[in-house]
T-cell receptor, first 112, second 111 residues
Framework: NAGVTQTPKFQVLKTGQSMTLQCAQD?????MSWYRQDPGMGLRLIHY???????DQGEVPNGYNVSRSTTEDFPLRLLSAAPSQTSVYFC???????????FGEGSRLTVL | DAKTTQPPSMDCAEGRAANLPCNHS???????VYWYRQIHSQGPQYIIH???NNETNEMASLIITEDRKSSTLILPHATLRDTAVYYC????????????FGAGTRLFVKA
């Protein structure tokens, strides 16, 4: 099993550009989520999903869109990147019964 | 969602037990206590979780008070590789599944 796979690992954007961070898991987990982590800070929840076709907002959803068309994939879209979105982004998944989150390796995004 | 309170940092001598406290005074009856740790800039790693009974696995022990308002994560023999940020989280396993991380405790294990 690959677990949770995030791509790309590194990305540099200019202000106003759009992009999608990809997240895929091969554990058939119902729950998937996206976090951002700024330097020296904890993780903040952006969006989460409890199954295909179901998404909900977390603590800091503004500026981000998500969709969940399959159980495996949960992409995070930045519609118009801003310097304030410079951060490390983590995707995580779990099955609903155990609640144990499995994290990807992170995607480091810099917005100039 | 219940919030948790943890000390911002702690020190521990290598080979000694590290006891990391967490307060969760507003925890609901169906909410579990989870512990994760984050080493350097890696993704957080699950350690252990529990509802009301004490739990132990190969990594750590979790002690939950009888009133469930606080808990302690115990690393029985801390090593330098246990230096990390430790997060205590409360999360329900029915209904609301979203997992909110706080600031955590930065544990420094010293030789």
């Amino acid at each position: 099993n690959a677990g949770v796979t995030q791509t790309p690992k590194f990305q540099v954007l200019k202000t106003g550009q759009s992009m999608t961070l990809q997240c895929a898991q091969d554990m058939n987990h119902e729950y998937m989520s996206w976090y951002r982590q700024d330097p020296g800070m904890g993780l903040r929840l952006i969006h989460y999903s409890v199954g295909a076709g179901i998404t909900d907002q977390g603590e800091v959803p503004n500026g981000y869109n998500v969709s969940r068309s399959t159980t495996e994939d949960f992409p995070l879209r930045l519609l118009s990147a801003a310097p304030s979105q410079t951060s490390v982004y983590f995707c995580a998944s779990s099955d609903l019964s155990s609640g144990e989150l499995f994290f990807g390796e992170g995607s480091r995004l810099t917005v100039l | 969602d219940a919030k948790t309170t943890q000390p911002p940092s702690m020190d521990c001598a290598e080979g000694r037990a590290a006891n990391l406290p967490c307060n969760h005074s507003t925890i609901s009856g169906n909410e579990y206590v989870y512990w994760y740790r984050q080493i350097h800039s890696q993704g957080p790693q699950y350690i252990i979780h529990g509802l009301k009974n004490n739990e132990t696995n190969e990594m750590a022990s979790l002690i939950i008070t009888e009133d469930r308002k606080s808990s302690t994560l115990i690393l029985p023999h801390a090593t330098l590789r246990d230096t990390a940020v430790y997060y205590c989280i409360v999360r329900g396993n029915t209904g609301g599944f979203k997992t909110i991380f706080g600031a955590g405790t930065r544990l420094f294990v010293k030789a």
